[in-house]
């Protein structure tokens, strides 16, 4: 029999709701490249759940997509990004931003995250123009690449700041449901719309098969923003594949229910492990759980679940990573601590 | 009532084998970026039927992106491509291949099509070295953006002359289904693999909800073609979505089922129009017709049927286009023609 | 003894005067990146012949640089320019213009200038948006590639309808000086200045040892145009280099006058020729003569002297292009007449 | 009076024995675009100064053009450079690299210098394929930003790994001059060019007006580089001015001896300073000194002398830095000793 696997958050296909709206719809005739009635009903439920009834909404098939899309169309030539260096678009996009022409400013984030200190350093260390590239835009991510979040007032005060200083704000949200289901958070959707020029909302990790929705409240940054979907190839033919299924997230509170459920069971597996007296690597804010246990603990875990081994501590601890989803089968985390247990 | 469309080929989801396959796949937990069971098999599958046990396969979302990563894996940032002036990266792409620092050296085709003929003249006419980008690699298209199809002689010819000149030969197969499948052909699928470089298979056009199967045959362009997936932003979390799905087309004969399927149907429009004493403004090859009829009925037809008014032929005249697909309904075809006649 | 060349207007280095300034000026202490006081007294002096005294200025080594510098300063990715199939980004610049990632339009010019039907024509045809990208910026050159000028009201015509239309006009002067002081041309700079938006003057070709100097009179084009200079490479640490250079050329008429000699050195060697009974192949607008001689001539004339043979006319008879410049000798071009008489 | 400066080493023009090697040969007529007889000459100096009979040379007019283009033409788009991140492609240039769609993967230098471990930990921290850029190719400059220079162990133990690891080693020259001139120094030219791949040789910061020369001593990276020279705007009209410049520099041992001055200069003031009883903030291995000095003392001499205070030590001292050139006059070197001294 297969492991179990808590190795990501993308190893099963759609929710079943998603890919029954699928089924549903599949053969109405539709407009193409995203003109259907499925991605005019998202964007109207996206516009209301955000707040922002004038924003431009795009849909596009991932989360590189999405990024490099974003970056590319808010950006001249020698504008440049200001990034934490553990970010996404930093160390796990192949250097998709710079082969479209932009440098990213890597600066040490805390916890994952930006703050206004580290952003002033930045513009500080990067000002002796036209000799450096002239920094431009932020690149925060929520929930971030350590599953971290940021609270109301950090991100406030990063907004702020950028204001202030002519920065643009740009959210990277590929766990955005994790970090709105935190436990820890008190942001709002319509809170990320206010306080960011532009944001992209995950699906793929909540749900769908793919797809992510970028946001764009700052309205001076929408025109020709469909010129760049189509030049980087994510205007798909059939656009209604993800109007479908993002409509069905945003109709009710899929969308929350299904990243609180991964949330849960990460809770549940955290509390489990700690309950028995292992200690946590980090403190569990979202779906991911980092726990330090015995070599021989892990070997015999490893018998009947998939999960990643993170570093080595001692000669015989390690940090393990648990990943949840939407999909976490409560049973199997049962198993899981059951297994620690014995 | 919605009016039936003749709009395009990809009005409708996927087909039910396809949608039914990625249902019936869903919740099994699965390896992301493509390296899943399914992908595995659909690359499989795709292996045996172009006849090239080696060749190293890729499954990416559309069109354009199939485009981007195939010419920019392919060229140093002097290479020049050479395309039909009427090609689909020339006029459809938003300066999509130009983006990734290309030139296009654009030549008139004839018929849609290249010939060695033409191909020699634009080497000619782009030899002042190193003044002009150097040309390196040619594109074309089968079937064509007209709807028309390379024979075996005509793609041999091109692919002897592109080997002796030092020329990779690149073959956008948007709608290779179509040309397969078109009563004229004498191409058979491990022929476009031997005689091409790199090619792609289009799924969006017949059956799948997205998807297009990039194939290199020539195996000094496989090195590093995944680092260029994902910079493109093409590797999807879940690269089993577009392996269900070509998994299911070519485990059996579903893709050439699908595209004769709309092939039939455009014949069978084809044949009735000219029955009825109206001419046709090309000959029908593949799934598109284009018909010359009277403004007055074609003013009928439009209140019960979508399709685009090509051009005006005379002052009482006009071409429509007529596209068909995998999912045309034959009793809609005959209701059209029915209105035809009446 | 080598032979006389009318090969190019580049064939020697700087005019005596434009040496003799770098050498007055040479061990003088500079501030670098072009902040230099011959640099500032060039922009001074080209400001006031241009009319435009908020105009921004930068001086940079070469044509393609210029045309790199200034187009990928005004257009964001998904914009394209329209220029001629003849145009040097076109055809002479290596593919330097698409490596920014921009899409060229070309069109078919007239007698290598654009018109307002031509342009409009590009227009109609490049407006599927967003699969098509969008025409921002028209390309011309004055002198055109073939030597052609354009007249005031054909400029005017063109700049009323790029303002009309929301393009912007770049005019690429690599042969500005021979096109100014053309016996046709009834443009002054303030001219060129009022009608484009940017454009540039070269010195290469009008007795610098290199430089050309790029003139922004679109106030809205002038930011942070120096990154681009700097990001492109052309920031030179002695910007005095090109500053001396273009100060000695516009303290007083000198780039007029060298144009000028250039021009009349053209005129004698067309008029001679004319007048011996030979034909030209095109008339004798700035320092370009295109004249139709036997093949017989033509090897005797190769004996003393270089130029190109333009193109076969008959099987005994060909165009040659002889090609003057500020440097040409008046005796050499006698010299040439008289051998073509004998 | 104007303050005779310290600033840097592109204060004044060329060397006068450079500058009448370009008066010398100015109204011969040359070939152009880099084929006249100096820029060959040039070139054969070079072969012959670098011991590589075979390697191929081009002469560009800056700094960062020669990157542009070395970097450009030796990469794949998903290729990245490691990089100091006190490089000069790092913070100086713009994002000129990232501009042509490479990233740059920055590392912690050690005194400004790679080392076989900082760059084996790079690689190890990018290895995470396809999600990571692949790192390709090694970027250091001799001397280093910081006026340190490489011993022939150093560089050799980096080439070694280098070809070990499929990794190409650059080198930017800018002040090889400088380093070679070093008291420290081991390297020979002929060194230089057998452990690098490809490297430049500025002349900007050693005599000449402008220029760099190009060097790649791998013959695999050679094809086709003359293209690269073009479409980045780096193809003189004119190749002559860079090619007489650099014949004159290493015609005899020109190139060394300016280089020499330079070091000599500033190792007068550094010994000058530091016998007078004030402490250097780093040892003075090229011309650059750094030295702390009382303020009143700063403060004194700037009325007399230009030159960039560095940093704040204490409240009352500071960090000067002072830069000497070929040009640095002997009796100012003493003058400002003096003004030290009282």
């Known amino acids: 029999m297969a492991r179990y696997s808590f190795l990501d958050d993308y190893s099963e296909g759609a929710h079943p709701?998603?890919?029954?709206?699928?089924?549903?719809?599949?053969?109405?005739?539709?407009?193409p490249y995203g003109d259907d009635e499925y991605s005019n009903q998202a964007k109207e439920y996206l516009r209301e759940k955000t707040g922002v009834p004038t924003s431009s909404i795009h849909l596009v098939a991932g989360g590189t997509l999405a990024n490099i899309i974003s970056i590319g169309n808010c950006l001249r030539p020698h504008e440049a990004v200001i990034a934490a260096e553990t970010g996404h678009i930093v160390v796990r996009e192949t250097g998709a931003i710079e082969a479209i022409g932009h440098k990213l400013i890597t600066v040490t984030p805390s916890e994952g995250k930006l703050t206004v200190e580290i952003i002033e350093k930045a513009l500080?260390?990067?000002?002796?123009?036209?000799?450096?590239?002239?920094?431009?835009?932020?690149?925060?991510?929520?929930?971030?690449?350590?599953?971290?979040?940021y609270s109301k007032t950090e991100l406030s005060n990063i907004s702020s700041f950028c204001?202030?200083?002519?920065?643009?704000?740009?959210?990277?949200?590929?766990?955005?449901?994790?970090?709105?289901?935190?436990?820890?958070?008190?942001?709002?959707?319509?809170?990320?719309?206010e306080l960011t020029d532009i944001f992209w909302i995950g699906g793929t990790k909540v749900g769908t098969l793919l797809g992510e929705a970028i946001v764009i409240s700052n309205q001076s940054l929408a025109t020709d923003f469909s010129f760049h979907v189509k030049q980087r190839g994510a205007l798909l033919a059939k656009g209604r594949v993800i109007g479908v299924q993002f409509s069905e997230l945003f109709r009710s509170n899929?969308?929350?229910?299904?990243?609180?459920?991964?949330?849960?069971?990460?809770?549940?597996?955290?509390?489990?492990?700690?309950?028995?007296?292992y200690k946590l690597a980090a403190p569990t804010e979202t779906n991911q759980v980092f726990a330090i246990l015995p070599n021989a603990l892990i070997a015999r875990l490893?018998?009947?679940?998939?999960?990643?081994?993170?570093e080595k501590v001692t000669s015989d601890?390690?940090?393990?990573r648990?990943?949840?989803?939407?999909?976490?089968?409560?049973?199997?985390?049962?198993?899981?601590?059951?297994r620690v247990l014995r």
Chains 1, 2, 3, 4 share one sequence.
């Not at 949840?324 to 059951?338: G, M, P, R």
């Open 124 to 149: 500080d260390n990067n000002a002796h123009f036209p000799h450096m590239a002239k920094p431009r835009l932020v690149y925060i991510s929520n929930a971030t690449e350590l599953g971290t979040t």
């Open 254 to 277: 899929l969308f929350f229910d299904l990243a609180l459920h991964a949330n849960q069971m990460a809770a549940k597996l955290s509390l489990g492990i700690s309950e028995m007296g």
């Open 163 to 193: 204001k202030k200083r002519g920065l643009l704000l740009f959210l990277d949200g590929a766990r955005l449901g994790a970090a709105l289901a935190s436990a820890n958070n008190d942001l709002r959707l319509t809170d990320i719309a």
């Open 322 to 338: 648990l990943v949840t989803s939407w999909a976490t089968d409560q049973k199997q985390v049962e198993a899981f601590l059951d």
């Open 17 to 31: 709701s998603v890919l029954n709206a699928l089924l549903a719809t599949n053969l109405t005739q539709q407009s």
């Open 317 to 320: 601890q390690a940090v393990i």
């Open 302 to 310: 490893e018998k009947e679940f998939k999960f990643y081994i993170w």
